[in-house]
């Protein structure tokens, strides 16, 4: 199935109205192959899966903060120097930023694994 036609078909089950809504579902299914193919390369131990909940919650925290932060330095060199950084765009920090709030949700919900 193309690409195009998963988005049409999730933004008409979920009766998503707006322009800005269906560019959503797009970046959303981009951060989704995002977080499948880091997943692939480093797996889920880095997260263990442990019955206190809220130390999970906590290191999650802290890699977003660390993307936060990334991106803060990122913009400021961006409107100092212009250009885009080297190593990594501001599109794919902001990828990880969603994808740690999904995993964060997968924690609290119990059943990051």
Not at 48 to 72: E, I, M, W, Y
Request: proline share 2%; net charge negative.
């Amino acid at each position: 199935m193309e690409i195009e036609q998963l988005q049409n078909q999730i933004v008409s089950a979920l009766e998503i109205k707006t322009d800005m809504g269906k560019e959503a579902v797009h970046v959303f299914l981009e951060c989704m192959s995002l977080l499948d193919k880091k997943q692939q390369d480093y797996g889920s131990s880095n997260i263990a899966p442990s019955k206190d909940v809220d130390f999970n919650l906590l290191g999650v925290s802290f890699r977003t903060n660390d993307k936060v932060q990334r991106a803060f330095n990122l913009i400021k060199t961006k409107m100092r120097e212009g250009g885009e950084p080297n190593n990594e765009s501001l599109e794919d920090t902001f990828k990880d930023t969603v994808n740690y709030g999904v995993i964060s949700t997968l924690v609290h919900r119990g059943i990051w694994k």
